[in-house]
């Protein structure tokens, strides 16, 4: 079982949620402008480093992180939360909130830069939680088969669909380089999705051990009650008296058997056992 599933229960997908949705009003309320002035653009980029506009460069670097926040509607954001919290729940409760934040982080930036790499001067806006989102898939392909329980019918469904996703996305890629971009249709950068999916995965393999099914129960083990305290009792006469210890060499009699192999009582109690009186 995974050290970090009983301690960390799953809190920062819930929190990105919201903080998404927060986003989401906060933007509609400021217009386009506020979406566009945090969304990243290659070329604006690009300028600011032809420009060594340090100023520009800083705001547009904060921008692989920024537009992870941003969505283009509620459909947009919808979708995307749906798959995160199908997936981001089981991850981070395997990985724990350290770990998965990190590897979130890392793989919206991973994203970012993908789509960077091959459009050096677009100047179409990207936004949308879709690359990080993408790297939760990867951490899932490689908890999935790293975890202490390994693949189950449940995971290995998660993992097929994944597998489904991940085709369909590459082929996607590849027709944007080969057929001439419409204008009408809506760009998706699938790039992102798949430089999302790699640092999501990449990041696991180093933040996420394979486990040892022994371990599961090691948390579990149960541990004898230590019976080695003296104990004491009250006689007749009003004396404190001393029970012998129950150890492994030493037990107190539990069975005829030991009562006929015990050793003699002393000699006080033989004296008293005399003097008893039948009823």
Same mark, same amino acid.
């Given at each position: 079982?995974?050290?970090?599933?009983?301690?960390?229960?799953?809190?920062?997908?819930?929190?990105?949620?919201?903080?998404n949705?927060?986003?989401?009003?906060?933007?509609?309320?400021?217009g386009?402008?506020?979406?566009?002035?945090?969304?990243?653009?290659?070329?604006?980029l690009?300028d600011?480093?032809v420009?060594?506009?340090?100023?520009?460069?800083l705001?547009?670097?904060?921008?692989?992180?920024?537009?992870?926040?941003?969505?283009?509607?509620?459909?947009?954001?919808?979708s995307?939360?749906?798959?995160?919290?199908?997936?981001?729940l089981?991850?981070e409760r395997e990985?724990?909130?350290?770990?998965?934040?990190?590897? &979130?982080l +890392?793989?919206?930036?991973?994203?970012?830069? *993908?789509h960077y790499? !091959?459009? @050096?001067?677009?100047?179409?806006?990207l %936004?949308?939680?879709?690359?990080?989102?993408?790297?939760?898939?990867?951490? &899932?392909? +490689?908890?999935?088969?790293?975890?202490?329980? *390994?693949?189950?019918? !449940?995971? @290995?469904l998660?993992?097929?669909?994944? %597998?489904h996703?991940?085709?369909?996305q590459?082929?996607?890629?590849?027709?944007?380089?080969?057929?001439?971009?419409?204008?009408?249709?809506?760009h998706?950068a699938?790039?992102?999705?798949?430089g999302?999916?790699?640092?999501?995965l990449?990041?696991?393999?180093?933040?996420?051990e394979?486990?040892d099914?022994?371990?599961?129960?090691?948390?579990n083990?149960f541990?004898?009650?230590?019976?080695?305290e003296?104990?004491?009792f009250i006689d007749d006469?009003?004396d404190?008296?001393?029970l012998?210890l129950?150890?492994?060499?030493?037990?107190a009699p539990?069975?005829?058997?030991?009562?006929?192999?015990?050793p003699?009582a002393?000699?006080?109690?033989?004296?008293?056992?005399?003097?008893?009186?039948?009823?």
């Amino acid at each position: 079982m995974s050290k970090y599933r009983d301690e960390n229960a799953p809190a920062l997908v819930p929190m990105l949620v919201f903080v998404n949705f927060a986003v989401l009003l906060l933007t509609g309320a400021a217009g386009a402008a506020a979406v566009l002035d945090w969304a990243f653009v290659p070329d604006r980029l690009t300028d600011a480093l032809v420009d060594f506009d340090i100023l520009g460069i800083l705001h547009n670097l904060a921008t692989f992180v920024s537009y992870a926040f941003l969505h283009a509607g509620f459909d947009h954001y919808l979708s995307n939360m749906i798959l995160f919290l199908a997936f981001g729940l089981f991850v981070e409760r395997e990985m724990g909130s350290g770990r998965f934040g990190v590897a &979130y982080l +890392v793989a919206a930036i991973v994203g970012a830069f *993908g789509h960077y790499v !091959f459009n @050096l001067t677009s100047n179409d806006p990207l %936004v949308g939680a879709s690359g990080a989102i993408a790297g939760v898939l990867g951490m &899932y392909m +490689v908890v999935i088969f790293r975890r202490s329980r *390994g693949v189950t019918p !449940f995971t @290995l469904l998660g993992a097929a669909f994944i %597998v489904h996703w991940l085709v369909g996305q590459a082929f996607s890629a590849v027709r944007d380089f080969t057929v001439p971009f419409d204008a009408n249709d809506v760009h998706v950068a699938y790039l992102t999705h798949l430089g999302g999916f790699v640092g999501g995965l990449i990041l696991a393999l180093f933040l996420f051990e394979k486990q040892d099914p022994e371990d599961e129960g090691a948390d579990n083990s149960f541990t004898p009650p230590d019976n080695t305290e003296p104990r004491w009792f009250i006689d007749d006469n009003g004396d404190p008296r001393q029970l012998p210890l129950e150890t492994n060499e030493t037990k107190a009699p539990t069975t005829m058997a030991d009562l006929q192999g015990s050793p003699p009582a002393p000699q006080d109690i033989q004296d008293r056992d005399d003097n008893l009186i039948s009823v």
